[in-house]
């Protein structure tokens, strides 16, 4: 089973809409927890990096929350335009370096206009 | 450079045949990664080193695959023998020894 689980699969929304990803991990220990956009194509590219101490980042109209005592994490997209149109990946990882990083399925989001 | 580069985009090959991928990670990052994302997005850690030294080949498969990273060259990914199943995007990606990961655009293998 993955541990790091990520819904919904896929979703569609109307431009200039907003919208929430969600991301539960039961990786432990936990070090950090990532959010990536992956365009079709092309490699993830970082979004957010939080530790266990950080509970909200924001990265212009991206803002992700994360809840370490229930082990949940959310990507928030703000007046969404087409160019948010991509997989969103939930990446966590057990150790303070790049090793060993467990990797969600990914949603992949759709705009419309 | 400052971007990770992978090359090839696209490799086609048929079934038994070699395939190499290679990878120039970003000047001054000592850790390289590889990946192989199959369909849904699911990432698989395959190998990582430590400037030329493997670091962790715990995702590597035991036979086929093998990786090198050698002084003043491109790190690279070798599959003898390809199988239906390799057919995969395979992303290599680089950091320093911690913070942020930076992924190169990956390069597609079609194994026919």
């Known amino acids: 089973k993955n541990q790091v689980e990520q819904s919904p699969q896929s979703l569609i929304i109307l431009e200039g809409k907003n919208c929430t990803l969600q991301c539960n991990y039961t990786v432990s220990p936990f070090s950090n927890l990532r959010w990536y956009k992956q365009d079709t194509g092309r490699g993830p590219v970082s979004l957010t990096i939080?530790?266990?101490?950080?509970n909200t980042k924001s990265n212009g109209r991206y803002t992700a929350t994360l809840d370490a005592d229930t082990k949940q994490s959310s990507l928030h997209i703000t007046a969404s335009q087409l160019s948010d149109s991509a997989s969103y990946i939930c990446?966590?990882?057990?150790?303070?370096?790049?090793?060993?990083?467990?990797f969600g399925a990914g949603t992949r989001l759709t705009v419309k206009p | 450079g400052e971007e990770v580069a992978q090359t090839p985009k696209h490799l086609v090959r048929g079934e038994g045949q070699k395939a190499k991928l290679y990878c120039a990670p970003i000047?001054?990052?000592?850790?390289v990664f590889w990946y192989q994302q199959v369909l849904k997005n699911e990432f698989k850690f395959l190998i990582s080193?430590?400037?030329?030294?493997?670091?962790?080949e715990t995702g590597m498969p035991k036979e086929r695959f093998s990786a090198k990273c050698l002084p003043n060259s491109p790190c690279s990914l070798e599959i003898q023998a390809t199988k239906l199943e390799d057919s995969a995007v395979y992303f290599c990606?680089?950091?320093?020894?911690?913070?942020?990961?930076?992924f190169g655009e990956g390069s597609r293998l079609t194994v026919l």
């Open positions: 990606a680089s950091s320093q020894s911690v913070g942020e990961l930076f």
């Open positions: 939080m530790t266990f101490s950080e």
């Open positions: 990446v966590v990882s057990p150790s303070y370096n790049n090793n060993d990083m467990r």
């Open positions: 080193f430590q400037n030329e030294n493997v670091f962790d």
């Open positions: 000047k001054g990052h000592s850790y």
